[in-house]
């Protein structure tokens, strides 16, 4: 029998089912794989490159990222299927050196950098720290004692620290899956449903509540495009006007509420469901047979037998991370007014975190080689991230050289129905964003078009309102759903999830709020014209 909706999951020593869902084998499909590129290949070599129209390859421009997501989808294997996407864009962009033209130049660059150092060896070696002072569990328990009764509250919570961690996407993930993950696994919570609440209240809350960069990113983008925005300021406001017509973000993070409190009336998808059942069921937090992201080295509590653990120990790297990244943050934007280029210490929060977190413990008594056994442990655990991240950080500089996004936006430029433009370009936007596993790439490119396209066909501030939420909304949407998405790939890493596990349940639910978003910028558009 199930177990109530707020009720810690039972572990019955059962096996689990056999027939659950299996990994699809069959390497012929690699040999065919094999073959079409080295036809391409030879096809480059014969002719040489593809012709090159205005910054795209044509329909060949939407090669890679189309195969890499279509064999991530068919195989659930996501390196090789990145590494493949990039070797056919290698070949599209007649650069068949793909480590000497792609991936050392996007190894090495400096956002890599970024994610290299803050989300995997900062995330990873604090969670491993964790492990060795005890301080998520000690944190999961008390907290447990204060709110969480079973999957429901858990659900619940993680939903709340989603909206606190909102200063962006990437970092919502890590702060607030670390933060949550303990306390969930406890009540019987799968991974599954933890990745889709991290990473449903991770980007669209920062859309949403935007105290941070990127009213300041998109109000660069903007600039310009339009009279109505002359200067960087007025798309930072009209970031803010614009809020109430964000339907995707305001609908994902309903969505993920109701989810959360099981009070939706269907939970789409077969699987998730699946993954609901067999959590409360069995216990068993992922399928048969998945790979999850994160090691058992995240996991596994090591705390020596002479250490006590204490709620300082996970209180204090936390409030120096949101201490860092905030404070300054608000200071500047706020009191010195510094709107243009307030503070943002991220990587410096994420780094002084660990090392406080390392000081709390030899002062608490444990020893150094203990401590650092116990990061480097968790640095261990979050290589197949760092992988992962390194291709599809690869996969969008090839798509940036053959042109991408430029190609889908060529060919959807010329719909320009004042009722459909506004859910047009949301979809347009999900479609880079998907294909590309960025938002804030989508914002790039689409916002220059979009925004004087808009003022073309209806230069009314209501209508332009309507078109420049659908971006900001469709480009989350795509990049949320994407499996080359850093979110996506962060939200399964940050919860222990298989990364297909995570893609598959997560999209019919996001298909939920991006529809009801559609229907209504048309209904909205239609009533103005």
């Not at 298989?498 to 598959?504: E, F, G, N, Q």
């Amino acid at each position: 029998m199930s177990a109530s909706p707020d009720t810690p999951a039972s572990k019955p020593s059962t096996p689990k089912d056999a027939s659950s869902e299996r990994r699809p084998h069959g390497s012929w499909r690699w040999f065919v794989v094999g073959l079409v590129i080295l036809g391409l290949a030879g096809l480059v070599g014969v002719a040489g490159r593809f012709p090159e129209i205005n910054g795209h390859y044509g329909v060949w421009s939407i090669l890679p990222p189309f195969v890499a997501i279509v064999l991530a989808f068919w195989t659930r294997e996501v390196v090789s299927a990145l590494f493949v996407g990039i070797a056919v864009g290698g070949v599209v962009a007649g650069e068949l050196n793909i480590v000497q033209e792609f991936l050392i130049p996007a190894i090495g660059t400096q956002d890599f950098a970024l994610i290299l150092l803050v989300y995997l060896w900062a995330l990873g070696g604090l969670i491993g720290l964790w492990t060795r002072t005890g301080g998520a569990l000690r944190f999961a328990e008390w907290a447990s004692g204060l709110v969480v009764r079973g999957p429901r509250t858990a659900k619940l919570f993680a939903w709340v620290m989603g909206l606190v961690f909102h200063q962006g996407g990437t970092i919502s993930t890590v702060l607030t899956g670390a933060t949550v993950r303990p306390i969930s696994d406890e009540h019987g919570v799968s991974h599954e449903e933890l990745s889709y609440m991290v990473d449903s209240t991770a980007s669209p809350a920062a859309t949403l509540i935007p105290f941070n960069v990127w009213p300041i990113f998109v109000g660069g983008l903007v600039a310009g495009t339009i009279p109505m925005f002359e200067t960087s300021q007025d798309g930072i406001a009209f970031f803010f006007s614009a809020l109430p017509y964000n339907f995707y973000a305001i609908l994902a993070i309903f969505i993920t509420l109701l989810f959360a409190l099981e009070k939706l009336p269907w939970v789409p998808g077969k699987q998730m469901r699946a993954a609901m059942k067999r959590s409360r069921e069995t216990g068993e937090l992922d399928r048969e047979g998945a790979n999850p992201l994160a090691s058992d080295d995240l996991t596994e509590m090591k705390v020596p037998d002479d250490y006590r653990p204490g709620l300082f120990d996970f209180f204090g790297p936390i409030g120096t991370l949101l201490g860092v990244a905030i404070i300054p943050y608000l200071f500047t934007y706020f009191y010195l007014g510094m709107r243009d280029d307030p503070t943002l210490l991220i990587a410096e929060a994420f780094v002084l975190a660990v090392l406080l977190g390392i000081g709390i413990a030899m002062a608490k008594g444990m020893k150094l080689q203990d401590a650092i056994d116990g990061f480097v442990d968790g640095c261990r655990g979050v290589t197949i991230g760092a992988i992962i991240l390194a291709l599809a950080v690869t996969l969008k500089e090839v798509a940036d050289a053959v042109g991408t996004a430029e190609y889908v936006v060529m060919l959807t430029a010329d719909i320009l129905s004042p009722i459909f433009l506004p859910s047009l370009l949301m979809a347009l936007c999900l479609i880079i964003a998907f294909s590309t596993g960025t938002s804030w790439g989508t914002y790039a490119v689409v916002f220059p078009v979009a925004m004087p396209l808009a003022w073309a066909v209806q230069p009314d501030p209501f209508f332009i309102a309507l078109c420049f939420a659908a971006v900001v909304g469709g480009s989350v949407f795509g990049d949320q759903c994407s499996p080359i998405s850093d979110t996506t790939i962060l939200s399964s890493l940050a919860t222990g999830c298989d990364l297909m596990d995570h893609v598959y349940t997560q999209i019919p639910l996001a298909l939920l709020a991006g529809g009801g978003a559609a229907l209504l910028y048309i209904l909205l558009a239609a009533f103005m014209v």
